[in-house]
Structure formats: C-alpha cells, structure tokens
Nanobody, 127 residues
Framework: QVQLVESWGGLVQAGDSLTLSCAAS????????MGWFLQAPGKERVVVVG????????RTADSVKGRFTIFGDDGKNTVYLQMNSLKPEDTAVYYC????????????????????WGQGTQVTVSS
C-alpha cells in the first residue's frame, strides 16, 4: 500500500508556471503506475498524464501536451508535475494517483484504474 500527499498548488496568473509535488510513502513510486488527474467543479476527474516508469510509457492529455511534464525524484520518492504556460482552463483540483504495476506495455489513464489517491491540491489560474 502507498500513501500519496500532494503539495504546492496555488493561485497563479495565466502564463505562469507551477510545479506540483506528490510524496509517496512506502515502496518506491517506480513500483506503481502513476498519474496526475484534474477535477474541475461539477466535472469528472480526468487524466492529465499517466506514466509507466518501467516501460517508459506516458499518456498525456491533448489539452496539456507540450506544457505539462511528469518526472520523479528517487531520493525523495516524490513525483512532480511541471506545469508551464498555465491557462485559466487549467483551474482545478489536481490529484496524484498510483496503481500496482504488473506489465511493462501498459499505461493507465482512467481514474477507475487507480486505487491509491492523494487528497488533492487546488490550482487556480487567473486571467
């Protein structure tokens, strides 16, 4: 089992950058499929980026391609979401998620495929 704690959401202006962090406890985050999701008010939770560390696979939402990047720090057992060129439509609660790894050729990108979730962090982008 893994526990996930997100940090560093906040209020920024359009065009700014922000880096969210997701600290994992227990096993290394590379033991899991991991993903970042967002949920805007009144809408479903959708993937921002999903990653299979062992297979070197990622799946990124079209809306954030070229702007958002996922990366990890093994020493801190922490996964990050680097967000550049933020837009007002990026405003949402952002969640980190993990799911047990079992094969190298799969990347998970649907919320129901993940069974470990952080508490979420609010990102608000003003115009």
């Amino acid at each position: 089992q893994v526990q996930l704690v997100e940090s560093w959401g906040g209020l920024v202006q359009a065009g700014d950058s922000l880096t969210l962090s997701c600290a994992a406890s227990g096993r290394t985050f590379r033991s899991y499929y991991m993903g970042w999701f967002l949920q805007a008010p009144g809408k479903e939770r959708v993937v921002v980026v999903g990653i299979n560390w062992n297979g070197g696979l990622t799946r990124t939402a079209d809306s954030v391609k070229g702007r958002f990047t996922i990366f990890g720090d093994d020493g801190k057992n922490t996964v990050y979401l680097q967000m550049n060129s933020l837009k007002p439509e990026d405003t949402a609660v952002y969640y980190c998620a993990a799911s047990n790894f079992y094969r190298r050729d799969v990347v998970k990108y649907r919320a129901y495929e993940y069974n470990y979730w952080g508490q979420g962090t609010q990102v608000t982008v003003s115009s």
